[in-house]
């Protein structure tokens, strides 16, 4: 009756920490997979900037056409959506946002990776942090104190409201909304990646129960099939994040829409 | 009578921690996804509409629908979170 007794999926720390490569005994600056994909983060998109930087001409060809490309896709679809007018000083944070997160989260299905670096909280906290100090800088820089009136206290709603409005906007606006950025990423690689795990330990175990093979007819396409997934998931992720950095951003340059 | 009163001795108390947690993992995810999966079924089907009536406009409708997804499945997430904090730590 045993039949899924070789089935077991492994303990959660197995999948998602990973053994130091470097500095095994320092705390904080131990060197392990994580930070060599936030390495590649940092490095990739340099060189590919670096690369498209040296060409010169007209027409734009190879490591140009790509960084040439990547730029105006952020500027098109993120930041004209999200910031709108006066967009430009943004636009480098938002470029590395898109790339950084994006190369965090691809890692989870290339070979000897298998690891989104984002589906540890410690990366996208510290970006929603960046994302969160940003937004309060530019608003204050753009409004004064103001903005802190503006957000607090939303013209055009009755005085005896604010009662209520102001609690609910100070805690969604300054409190929770960094933890919610954070989390949006963090759960949707973690979520991906335990997807990935449960389909791959299904497709190993049955390899040496002989009648359990028929379920491989099933899981197997499942693993390809989630695998495509998890890239859409990849890219979708690395754009919600970026668009709402750009997003608040926008609100708090132009707080009166 | 008695099968059940051997299973209830074999029942440890860290075992009952673990059912309890189990179970009570699986309960907040589920009733935490079924609030954002109304949501966005309702988002994604009203921009569907919006794109096939007016296809000029696919692109931002496209852009304020992922914004919309994005903020409508937080709460499945925060779910999902639960989940695992109650799960495995």
Sequence with gaps: MNLLGAVKFPPIENVIEWPAWLFEDSTYFAFNKIAFIHFLGLVIPMAVFLLGARGSGLVPRGFRTVSEGIV?????????????????????????????????NITEVIPFFQMPANARMAGPLVLALVAWGMFISVGVRHNGPG?????????????????LVTPIEFLSTFLVRPFSHAVRLFANMLAGHILLITFGVLCISVWSASALVLIQIGTFPGLVAFTAFEVGVSLIQAFVFTILAAVYIGGALHPAH | MSVLAQIAQDIEAADLQNIEAAGGAGMAYGLAAIGPGIGIGYLVGQAVQAMARQPESAGQVQTTMFLGIAFTEALALIGFVVFILLKFV
């Design chain 1, 147 to 163: 903005y802190f009136k503006e957000v607090l206290f939303p013209p055009g709603v009755p005085k005896a409201l604010y009662l």
């Design chain 1, 72 to 104: 105006t896709f952020v500027d098109e679809q993120i930041a004209k959506p999200g910031i709108g007018h006066g967009r430009e000083p943004y636009l480098p944070l938002l470029v590395s946002f898109f790339l950084f997160i994006f190369i965090g």
